[in-house]
């Protein structure tokens, strides 16, 4: 069992930045791949990134590339979404989540956070 609790949303303006957490417990954190999804209002869950549980291979939406970037710290149990260069479109409730899978497909994960609303002003 892991349980996620993400921090960090907020409000911002465009072109601002924001660094989402997400804090693991229970079992191993590295044993899973992470991944951040968003969700908008009226609109389906959507992949942004993900990472490896080694940290050592990163994924990410055409959308948020070269913007965004998803890290890890296995001492802490944390991933990171650092996002830069933030767009009005880019506003949703932000989830992470754990799986055994490899993969950009919500349901391949087993493990979600409560989520994090990111509001970005135009």
Do not use: H
């Amino acid at each position: 069992q892991v349980q996620l609790a993400e921090s960090g949303g907020g409000l911002v303006q465009a072109g601002g930045s924001l660094r989402l957490s997400c804090a693991a417990s229970g079992r191993t954190f590295s044993s899973y791949a992470m991944g951040w999804f968003r969700q908008a209002p009226g609109k389906e869950r959507e992949f942004v990134a993900r990472i490896t549980g080694s940290g050592v291979i990163t994924y990410y939406s055409d959308s948020v590339k070269g913007r965004f970037t998803i890290a890890g710290d296995n001492a802490k149990n944390t991933v990171y979404l650092q996002m830069n260069s933030l767009k009005p479109e880019d506003t949703a409730v932000y989830y992470c989540a754990a799986g055994l899978l490899w993969s950009p497909n919500a349901r391949s994960y087993d493990y979600w956070g409560q989520g994090t609303q990111v509001t970005v002003s135009s």
